[in-house]
């Protein structure tokens, strides 16, 4: 505790009640760098001085500091709207705490206010610009990315939007330019980085893009690393001899993720390497029955390792070209056990052809109420003769849809899957899946199963430009959504091509 802070304690045993006394501890904190104990004071003053200003002008400002974004957006919500302080910073704030608590609508309303106070603030063209492509209004993000570059030309981060905004209209030399300047203006500027990154791997120039790639881990809200990582252990890539080592790999992204890239362990097996991997629980029985000699980490076992590499990493440490990507499928396969019961289950459904559906990814992800389909828009695939469909959408947004389909026309069965073996099992007994870019589409492609993927504008990196085939997935077949283009119009494109295939 500083002497100031003492000085201060030994006051407010005087004077209990009072809010000045208890501002300045806050202040002396913060100024410590003791945020939790500057938040307490803080709170405790609120509770003294309901109605004051102060504390909860502090209180907000500083959870935005320590990036608790939830608890501080009632108090911008209270500055705001009870006390009228609608300062710019204040509007920028709150919405960038709307932002960053899942409500980009509410946020791309705070900055719109914020410009209304300050035209010219670079910040706010900048954030607005970030939420306006959520939302779809591509053209709207180019806007203010382009005005924020006219403000400040020299301002890194008003490059970075901008470039981000080009990338997301898929102007991918246009958004080069652009994140190439913000890289001169801050090297090191690893949000840039990544932008491009994903505008080289977007273009196919993989082997440009993986180095960019790595630079994910300067983020430091990148997923922690697994006990046996060291560092000076990474393995650079053939160059350094595997055999008889053991390597590490690890997943470091979603499950989707996971399932296109452990194509890469068998490259591993074949330079020697002993392969122990950490993926999600619920992929283990999957990647361990696909990769025989393979070992999974498991709860509460733990193992060494002479190396390791993220699964992600992998890609770029073998030199992926569009031309070089492992893409022979099935590379993932179902226990035996797993087939046979789902053969089984599927028995009264022999003789047609049936078609797995999924509408929705995570419901956390950022971006999925772009990926997202409503399931009203995929009815005319239901009721087809001599097709059954199956729904193969878990979670919330398999329980909450738009259309409740007639009883026996969109059977259920994702509560039976106790894992993604159970899942691969059964739509190894399917004869297509329609789904939009979640993980179902990497497990159906990684199965070698025919899938059909619905892309929204701005598709994800793997996916490239102005293309109906992916090189990762030989069986899959891509139906875009351009910028702009409401949904009914790709899922009428789907239809066609639906029909084309019942009547093959």
């Not at 020299?154 to 246009?174: K, M, N, S, V």
């Not at 053939?238 to 296109?260: C, H, K, R, S, T």
């Not at 709860?299 to 390792?305: A, E, K, L, Q, R």
């Amino acid at each position: 505790m500083s002497a100031e802070a003492g000085n201060l304690l030994a006051v407010l045993q005087r004077e209990p009640d009072s809010l000045p006394v208890r501002l300045a501890l806050a202040r002396a904190c913060r100024a410590a760098g003791d945020l939790l104990t500057a938040t307490a004071w803080l709170s405790d003053a609120m509770r003294i001085a309901p109605q004051a200003l102060e504390p909860v002008q502090e209180l907000a400002d500083l959870l935005l500091t320590q990036q608790r974004y939830v608890q501080a957006v009632p108090l911008y919500t209270r500055l705001l709207d009870e006390f009228g302080v609608r300062s710019a910073a204040n509007l920028l704030h709150a919405g960038f705490c709307r932002e960053h608590s899942g409500d980009v609508a509410a946020a791309a309303a705070l900055y719109r206010a914020t410009l209304e106070v300050e035209p010219a603030l670079v910040e706010a063209h900048v954030d607005l610009s970030g939420v306006l492509w959520r939302l779809e209004d591509f053209d709207g993000a180019l806007a203010h990315a382009r005005r924020a570059v006219e403000l400040a030309p020299a301002h890194p981060y008003a490059q970075r939007i901008l470039g981000t905004a080009l990338l997301h209209l898929e102007r991918l030399d246009e958004a080069e330019q652009h994140l190439r300047r913000a890289l001169e203006l801050q090297p090191g500027f690893h949000l840039a980085e990544l932008d491009l990154a994903f505008t080289l791997l977007l273009a196919g120039r993989l082997e440009e893009g993986w180095p960019f790639y790595e630079r994910r881990w300067r983020d430091p809200a990148r997923l922690p690393r697994p006990a046996f990582w060291q560092p000076g252990s990474e393995w650079p890539g053939p160059a350094q001899p595997l055999q008889g080592q053991a390597i590490g790999v690890y997943a470091e992204q979603g499950l989707g993720d996971v399932l296109q890239f452990v194509r890469y362990l068998p490259q591993l097996q074949a330079l020697g390497a002993q392969v122990r991997c950490v993926v999600q629980p619920e992929l283990v029985p999957l990647v361990e029955a696909s990769f025989p000699g393979v070992e999974c980490l498991k709860p509460g076992v733990s193992f060494n390792v002479h190396l390791h590499a993220a699964l992600l990493e992998l890609p770029g440490r073998f030199g992926t070209t569009l031309s070089s990507i492992p893409s022979a499928v099935p590379y993932l396969r179902a226990p035996e056990e797993a087939r046979v019961r789902w053969r089984e289950r599927l028995a009264p459904w022999a003789g047609q052809r049936k078609v797995g559906l999924a509408w929705s990814g995570s419901q956390v992800q950022v971006n999925n109420r772009n990926r997202a389909v409503p399931l009203s828009l995929l009815a005319p695939l239901l009721g087809q003769p001599g097709v059954q469909c199956f729904s193969l959408q878990k979670g919330e947004a398999g329980a909450n849809t738009d259309l409740q389909p007639a009883p026996g026309e969109l059977p259920d069965f994702t509560g039976d899957w106790a894992d993604f073996a159970d899942s691969a099992a059964m739509i190894e007994q399917l004869d297509l899946v329609v789904t939009v870019d979640t993980a179902i589409a990497h497990l159906v492609g990684a199965l070698g199963k025919p899938v059909w993927i619905l892309l929204p504008p701005n598709a994800d990196w793997r996916w490239l430009v102005d293309r109906a085939d992916s090189p990762w997935y030989p069986t899959a077949r891509l139906f875009r959504r351009a910028a702009g283009e409401d949904r009914s119009a790709q899922i009428a494109r789907l239809m066609r091509a639906f029909e084309a295939w019942l009547s093959s």
